[in-house]
């Protein structure tokens, strides 16, 4: 076989295994087999395109294949962690999620839910932290077991034997492996927690994915690359607006060369816009948020998607909260039929509109404030236009 021949049928394979790191960045041997061994066939050179393009550090070994991403920004809440039902983590998740991957550290091989219990509500007691968690109620419970779950989603807990629902009913425990390997491999900062010395949470954070500041002009360079490289994979468009002056004025200058080496390495396209650009996935498999859906809440999305993106004005002042769950209401009274049950009931459209605003944001199609949502440049590829109506050509006779 010529050398030719097999960069041909290698080519998609290392595609392959780049979208599978970049869809799912903890890959284990039990969740992922084929994408584990994929990426392990081209780890050499995903690691040097991944360490040249990003900045990113991948680690294979015999468990699992890691993918060490930084977000491209500290500010963004709209891909939160999900439970069993879709529903956000929100700030008690978290604190949990952290208390047990603290006590996890500590375990033996295997632990049981009811063990894991007692030592996050120990650790949660602590006087450091004193953070007012005791497990007494059922959401509290609940909140453990999706803390659980998700663990278990990520391949850190191998589950033996029990379930989780006889738990939360107080009807039995659950018995888990604690697998170190991959526990090992979750924090992804540029530097060890214990290092960090700043007092309050945002200084903390940021010293944590803190980086060198590059000191000469190639060094910068290789910077602003890698970090606008980071941008177009992870966010769904990247704005001009939402760059500094360097970011902005390097990708004007570099966009063909640096979307050129996206579209090769991952198969993403570039669409380019007056204001910004995105990288689409053809296949529709590099995201986490999906438009357009199907069912009620995709409905009620992608309609209030053409609202905003046909309304004037709506770009600069956006659109009132108020406005807008009157016309998921009377969206409601028209589909009702086809939306599910309870959609008229009082309250209801508030909490539809909730949902299709959090997808929306996620897509940075919209910026929410208190009050009031503004369109973002790219909700226009959601406005419906007037169908232009052609004369049917005639034939010379």
Known sequence: MSGGVGEEQDAPRRRAALRALLRRPLLTVESDPEDVVLVRRYQAELREWLSRETGWRLRV?????????????????????????????????????????????????????????????????????????????????ADLVAVVRLLLGWGVLRRVSGDEESYLSATGDVLYDVRRVVLAALLTGTRGPSTVTAPGFEERLAELTDEPVPDT????????????????LEDPVVYYDDLDEAERAYLVSQRAAITRRIEEAAGLVAEVRAEGVAMVDPDDEMTDVRMPEQRTDGHVTLLVAEYLSGRDGAGQDGAGRDELVAFVGDAAVRHRSYWRKGVTEPGAAEELLSVALEKLAALRLVEVSPGRVRARPAIARFAVEEPTVREPRRTAT
Not at 84 to 105: I, M, N, S, T
């Open 217 to 232: 002009d190639e060094l910068r360079n290789r910077a602003l690359r890698r970090g606008l490289t980071r941008r177009l």
């Open 61 to 141: 070994d015999a468990e699992a294949a890691r993918l060490f991403k930084t977000a491209p920004t500290l500010e963004d809440g709209t891909h939160p962690a999900r439970g069993k039902a879709g529903e956000p983590f929100g700030r008690r998740r978290y604190v949990v999620l952290c208390l047990a991957l603290a006590v996890l550290e500590r375990a033996d091989a295997q632990t049981t839910l009811g063990r894991l219990a007692e030592e996050v509500l120990n650790a949660a007691a602590e006087p450091g932290l004193a953070f007012p968690f005791t497990l007494d109620s059922r959401a509290e419970r």
